[in-house]
C-alpha cells in the first residue's frame, strides 16, 4: 500500500512523525510531499530532522502569499504529484491551506483522502483554519477523529459513517518527546539567563490576531505587562508584519526570540511557568505536559483543555494577566487525547480499508 502525506507546517510536521514511524513499521511505502507552507529552516527542515522522519521525498516550495495565491498555487502543483505517485491513500492534516488544497486536488482525481485530526470546531467563520478543517471533512472519504468531541461534532454534520475515532497522534510525539528530555534544563533559561518557573512561553501567529496591526499592538503590549519575563517565539511572518507597523516585539517583560526545535521547545515549556498562545497544538501541548495554558482566542477546538481546567481563554490585556497568573490548575489523570498509539490506528485503519 502507497500512502502520499501532503504536509506544509510546523504542527503537521510533528503529527507526521509517528505516522511516519508507523508506516515504515508496517510496511507502507510512505511518501512525504512538503507544499512549502511553512519555508523557514526552524520552522521546516529542523522538525524533519528532529523528530526522525528524513527529508521530504517531494518539495513544492509554494512559499507565502494570500490564501487563494497559496491554496492555488499547491493545487496547480499537487495534481502532477498525485498522477505520478497513484496512491491508495491521500492522507491530510489539520487544518491549514495545505490541508485543503491537497483534499481538492486529490478528490478531483478521484484518489481516496483520510483527513487526520478531523472533526475540530471552533464554530467561528471568521478563521481560515475553520474553512480548511470543514471543507476537508465534506471532502474526504476516512474521518480520523482525535477525540469523542470531534466524533460527535462530524455525527451532527452527517459524516458519522465516514469517521473513525483513532486519539491524537500529537500525542504520540509528544510523550516520545517529553521522555527524551526529562531532565534537561530548558534551552531558554539557560540561554537568556532565566529561572526554571519564572518566565512565559508564548507564540502569537493567527490571523485574527497578527493581521490587523492595532490587534497585534494590543497583542504584544499585553505580553509586556505580564508578571514575568515573556519569551516570544516569534514567526518570521509576525516578525515582518510587526516591523512593518512599528510595533516592538521586544518591551516591557516581552522579549522575541527566534522558533526552537521541537525538542527544545519541549524542554522550555516543561520549565516554564505557563503557555500563552493561540497556536491549537501548542494549547494541547501544554496540557499533556501539565503547564497552564493562557490561549489569546475566543474559542478553541481543543474544549477538554479549558473543561479541565489547564487552559484559559484570554480576548483582551486584563484576561491575558489573569489568566497568566492563575492558580495552579488541580492535577488531573484525565486522557482525553489518547494512550500515545494513534498513529498505528491511523495505519492499521488505511491498511483494513485499503484492502
Known sequence: MKIVSVVGARPQFVKLAPIHHAAQASGVDHVIVHTGQHYDPMLSDVFFEDLGIGAADVHLGVGSGSHGVQTGAMLAALDAVFDAQQPDWVLVYGDT???????????KMHLPVAHLEAGLRSFNRRMPEEHNRVMTDHAADLLLAPTQVAVDHLASEGLGPRTVLVGDVMTDVLFKVRDQVAGRPSPLAA????????????????AENTDD???LAEVASALAGLDKPVVLLAHPRVVAKAAAHGIQLTQGSLLAHAPLAYPD?????????????DSGGLQKEA??????CTTVRTETEWVETVDL????????AQQVAAGAR??????????PYGDGRAAERVVAELLRRAR
Do not use: C, K, M, Q
Open 97 to 107: 491551506n495545505s490541508t485543503v488544497a491537497a483534499a481538492l486536488s486529490a478528490v
Open 265 to 277: 521547545l519541549i524542554a522550555s515549556v516543561l520549565h516554564s511557568a505557563g503557555i500563552v498562545t
Open 309 to 316: 481546567g489547564w487552559n484559559v481563554l484570554a480576548g483582551t
Open 287 to 292: 496540557f499533556l505536559l501539565r503547564v497552564p
Open 213 to 215: 496591526p492595532v490587534r
Open 326 to 335: 492563575r492558580p495552579r490548575p488541580a492535577d488531573t489523570d484525565a486522557a
Open 191 to 206: 540561554e537568556l539567563g532565566l529561572s526554571a518557573g519564572a518566565y512565559y512561553v508564548a507564540t502569537i501567529h493567527r
